[in-house]
């Protein structure tokens, strides 16, 4: 679907994208603090997700505008997660964004056993960025560093976040979406 800019014509695209991790690391806080304009949000209770949309326009080094129409989806209760519930959780999956807390070193930990189940359900590699979240808190076992070294084993970029001050959400959301643009290609 294409709609008028001021200058260009630009896409518009629809994104499935997912969030994982371990509980309580920040997946939630983080969606409710990205999705401000939130105007579609339904309870899909069985599958034990909530979905949310949220779009947002990113520009590529031409200036030319793209409208990603995202989906977002957050796990509702991580227990027997892994077993139940990913086929419907991944499936489809365009992006996904890998989150641990950047207090507790065993959540970066868990990150890659996370991406194999994505990667597993979708038979592909899915675009996906790496965050660490809650860095606003002050003990920190997760460096910048960790989280750059993981986002470059997998060919990508990762953010240090917090949900509770907004630090680098905007542009965690924004580095997926160019990601996910960029692999369409
Ligand atoms: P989850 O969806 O990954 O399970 P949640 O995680 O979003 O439910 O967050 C788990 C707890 O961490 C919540 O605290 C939430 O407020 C807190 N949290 C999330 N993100 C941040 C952050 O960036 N900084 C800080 N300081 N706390 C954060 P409660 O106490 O409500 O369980
Ligand atoms: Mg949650």
Request: net charge negative; glycine share 8%.
């Amino acid at each position: 679907m294409y709609f008028p800019g001021e200058s260009r014509w630009n896409l518009v695209v629809k994104k499935k994208v997912c969030l994982l991790g371990e509980g309580a690391v920040g997946k939630t806080s983080l969606i409710r603090r990205f999705v401000t304009d939130q105007f579609d949000d339904q309870y899909i209770a069985t599958i034990g997700t909530k979905v949310t949309k949220k779009e947002i326009v990113v520009k590529d080094k031409d200036d030319v505008r793209t409208k990603v129409d995202m989906t977002i989806w957050d796990i509702m209760g991580q227990e027997g997660f892994r077993e139940l519930l990913k086929q419907s959780y991944f499936y489809g999956a365009s992006g996904v964004i890998a989150v641990c807390d950047s207090t507790r070193m065993d959540t970066y930990e868990a990150l890659e056993g996370w991406i194999e189940e994505v990667w597993g359900v979708a038979k592909k590699k899915v675009p996906m960025v790496f965050f660490a979240n809650k860095t606003d808190l002050p003990e920190t076992e997760v460096t910048e560093e960790d989280i750059d070294k993981i986002a470059k084993k997998f060919g990508t970029v990762g953010h240090m976040t917090s949900a509770r001050t907004g630090e680098n959400v905007e542009e965690g959301f924004e580095a997926l979406a160019q990601t996910m643009l960029a692999s369409d290609n």
